[in-house]
Nanobody
Framework: QVQLVESGGGLVQAGESLTLSCVAS????????MGWYRQAPGNPRELVAS???????EYADFVKGRFTISRDNAKNTVYLQMNSLKPEDTAVYYC???????????WGQGTQVTVTS
């Protein structure tokens, strides 16, 4: 089973930036579309961004122009560069592989992002 370990979260003020990282164990990373999700208290988990094996990217409307997803296959790592953060971006952020748009593996512990106004 693939393990996912997210890191890079923190407490920042509105307008600041953070870069999240997610390392996936196992040799299947390179063949998977990877995605970043987030879950705020009381809300369902939602897809923020995804990147395919050919590095095609997609973004939720609420982060377009502010967040950038990237991947390093040699390091089994996917990144989320988050700029111009807003208080509504506050959530626990998770990564996962996607298969037919559905998360494929067990969730990791996530990384908390808190944005103050």
């Amino acid at each position: 089973q693939v393990q996912l370990v997210e890191s890079g979260g923190g407490l920042v003020q509105a307008g600041e930036s953070l870069t999240l990282s997610c390392v996936a164990s196992g040799s299947t990373f390179i063949i998977n579309t990877m995605g970043w999700y987030r879950q705020a208290p009381g809300n369902p988990r939602e897809l923020v961004a995804s990147i395919s094996t050919s590095r095609d990217t997609e973004y939720a409307d609420f982060v377009k122009g502010r967040f950038t997803i990237s991947r390093d296959n040699a390091k089994n790592t996917v990144y989320l560069q988050m700029n111009s953060l807003k208080p509504e971006d506050t959530a626990v952020y998770y990564c996962n592989a996607l298969r037919s748009g559905v998360p494929r593996y067990n969730w990791g512990q996530g990384t908390q992002v808190t944005v103050t106004s």
